[in-house]
């Protein structure tokens, strides 16, 4: 499954500016900036904040997080049990029980 605008779902924990998109300056203010509220493509921070979104939002869903690999987390119901496998934007699913999807 592949995670749609996934790097601007991040959240921020600093402060971060950008010169103004070209057409979006007032005349006579061109040296002014934007101070982002949330993240944007090509930033070197989106992945992480991607990740650390994602890690809250999965973990709060009783899944827990690989000791040995921070991208692969697992949730065991009983003797249902489902691995979620993360790679950059993409989620592979795998479980022993199709009822727990739903």
Request: net charge neutral.
């Amino acid at each position: 499954m592949d995670v749609k605008t996934t790097f601007i779902n991040g959240n921020w924990e600093e402060n971060v500016y950008m010169a103004q998109p070209m057409g979006f300056s007032v005349e006579g203010k061109e040296h002014m900036v934007c101070k982002l509220k949330k993240s944007i493509y090509g930033l070197k921070q989106a992945s992480r904040q991607w990740y650390l979104k994602f890690n809250d939002t999965i973990v709060s869903f009783g899944f827990k997080e690989n000791i040995v690999d921070r991208c692969i987390y697992l949730k065991i119901s009983g003797s249902k049990v489902i691995f979620l496998i993360l790679y950059v934007d993409d989620i592979l699913l795998a479980t022993n029980d199709l009822g727990l999807f739903h």
